[in-house]
């Protein structure tokens, strides 16, 4: 069976319940980088048709296809969608928008071309709005697409954010199952800057089928890679989330989520050799059984500091982290390539 139909499958065996389509997804505020400036930030998932790529079987870690509307959203519900969303940054005098829609935003079967320029229209208007970011998948970053955007948002910067999550061809198809290359990601993140705007490389440590060691190393490999392509890189720790092959076998105890040690030396070294590369992370859900982590005594903490320096970019924030857990994490990553993958702690 191939890794697509594994994945399909169990996208197939879900239920998923009805919900409103005037309402996003999801939203919620929280803070970001401009530059070096912390900024307020409200981020929308708006709730489309979904993703085609999941649709056809998709990710293996991602179970956001189930955010997707059952019914498919009028015109004006995408705009109510907006509308309610945009209520919880009434208190912002300045701002960043990031969209999402668990797919990608410049795909005009999940948001038709007439809405996108209503919804980048509302969101220039306002003058609070700094800038805006938006997810897509590479094929729809073309220079046409770009242009457009850009030139709806006379006032507003754009940012194009993409899922990279890795520079491996090998490691996206065997591991990830995400459908494009690095060539894709590389056309697509010149199309983007050569049109006015900046690009947001998102990466994925430990997908499927890594060890802990070749998964740190294959991070820090990609932003080596990726850097002449990217503004800012966001790396995203697996977690283990319902409905997807992930799930699948990490119910087998086949599959354990990375360390948070992991993350640490990560930011610390690309940080080093990229002083100017603006490098986060957010550990969601850290300290949980389905989430990235370390022990019990320092999971938080640990997690917290990683939040902290993505604010900052002040790697004395990650200096003084230690526990006696980290030695024990320094031992999964010279005995972890001998398991293929498989977790030798849960």
Not at 135 to 154: A, G, M, Y
Not at 202 to 215: G, V
Not at 261 to 286: C, H, N, Y
Request: aromatic residues 8%; glycine residues 4%.
């Amino acid at each position: 069976m191939s890794l697509n139909k594994a994945v399909l499958d169990i996208r197939e065996r879900q239920r998923i319940k009805p919900s409103p389509t005037d309402r996003p997804a999801a939203a919620w505020t929280g803070k970001d980088l401009l530059g070096t400036e912390e900024i307020d930030t409200i981020t929308i998932i708006f709730k489309t048709s979904g993703c085609w790529w999941g649709k056809a079987g998709g990710c293996t870690m991602c179970g956001y296809v189930y955010d997707s509307a059952q019914t498919e959203p009028s015109d004006d519900d995408l705009m109510a969608q907006l509308t309610n969303a945009m209520r919880k940054a009434s208190g912002f005098e300045k701002f960043m928008v990031k969209i999402f829609t668990s797919g990608s935003f410049l795909d005009i079967r999940e948001i038709p071309l007439e809405v996108r320029h209503r919804i980048l229209s509302e969101l220039d208007a306002d003058e609070r709005i700094v800038k805006v970011l938006a997810e897509t998948r590479p094929e729809f970053v073309t220079e046409e697409n770009v242009r457009d955007c850009v030139n709806v948002l006379q006032n507003t910067a754009f940012e194009v954010a993409m899922g990279l999550e890795t520079s491996s061809d090998e490691i996206r198809k065997r591991s990830i199952n995400k459908g494009f290359t690095f060539k894709h990601f590389t056309d697509a993140a010149t199309a983007a800057r050569n049109n006015g705007a900046t690009v947001k490389s998102y990466l994925m440590l430990k997908p499927l089928f890594l060890s802990e060691k070749e998964a740190l190393e294959d991070i820090v490999k990609t932003v080596r890679d990726a850097a002449p392509y990217t503004d800012t890189f966001s790396i995203n720790l697996c977690n283990v989330q319902r409905g997807t092959y992930v799930e699948y076998l990490w119910d087998r105890k086949q599959y354990r989520p990375p360390w948070l040690w992991s993350i640490v030396d990560i930011l610390q070294r690309t940080k080093k050799e990229f002083p100017d590369m603006i490098i986060t992370s957010d550990p969601v859900g850290a300290g949980s059984k389905r989430g990235p982590r370390n022990c019990r005594e320092c999971s938080h903490a640990v997690a917290d500091a990683i939040r902290l320096f993505s604010l900052t970019q002040d790697l004395s924030c990650l200096e003084r982290l230690s526990c006696d857990c980290k030695d024990l994490w320094e031992q999964v990553l010279e005995l972890d390539d001998l398991t293929f993958g498989s977790p030798i702690l849960d």
